[in-house]
């Protein structure tokens, strides 16, 4: 998506270790044109699935995910980092996050997950694939089927979006990395 | 407003402790229709205040206020729960969180607030009004100005609305909550 590119090559910086820093418009401070844009984009390339709920994991993929259920009609549920106190039965799912350095658990509330679940899963950035793992999991445990999956950025260079489309998942990545060697991003 | 009213009264649930559990269309569940109604609500309460930014605390506040500044047209700022490896001189505060009976710091980049900043804030819910605090200290920092304040939802028998309206601050609820006394949803 040529809107996006150019706003990674513009504003986009690099760290040593692989890391991409978009925060000046997609993971803290957030561009919500971009943001509306990059949804109807996803809405183009999941026209033909048959999906009746998008799910996501806080705190960045929310706001794609909200555009997208918004052009689509559908629910968006958000997978939680810290369980509620007021969350009753749950699912529950460990995801090791590249960028912390950490593990942490991922939850859903069985009230929002079940086996007629066809899902859409949108997130930021596909690394190494962990949050998706974590979801395939949930969606696992309960039967749901998982009929896309859409990131905004696709690091190459790790092998999530290889493990993911070797398992037949149907991955849509908007702007694809393929090397920030030496600090310099260079797009597919 | 009557939409997220009726959605409320069927579709939020009470528990003990003046807890209202509206997760099946707010805060783990969305209901991306009734968030973009929701922000058209806010964009019409706002159309006269000079805002540059719209503020909110992840994960919750994300959703509206993306909506929001889609509608405006001004970029939107998550403040974090957790400091990113990646983040540089930040702004820090602390906030308690009633639900979860426990401490926690709010961080925002110094990139993304200034004292030119006019901000408006947005959040799911108004209680103690703590999280707002936190978004004042943030604000107060750099010299950035609060010229608006908006919740979906506000709890009158919590002290957070009276607080900021006796400060001065420009304070919309979308739905207010008088009573959730032996669990029976009172809404204003």
Redesign the interface.
Known sequence: METLKQTILSQGKC?PGG?L?V??FIN??????L??EMAEEFSTRFATVKANKILTV??SG??PA??L??LL??????A?K?R????GDMLQAEVFSF???QSYNIC??K??LGKNDKIIFIDDFLAYGNAAKGIIGLCEQVGAEIVGMGFLIEKSFQDGGSYLRDLGYNVHSLAIIDSLENCEIKIR
């Open positions: 760290f890391i820093k925060d000046g803290h401070q957030m561009d919500p044109k943001m509306m806080e705190a929310i706001a909200i555009m259920g918004y009609n559908l629910p968006v549920v958000f939680k810290k509620p106190l007021t969350m960028t912390k350095k859903i509330s009230e929002f």
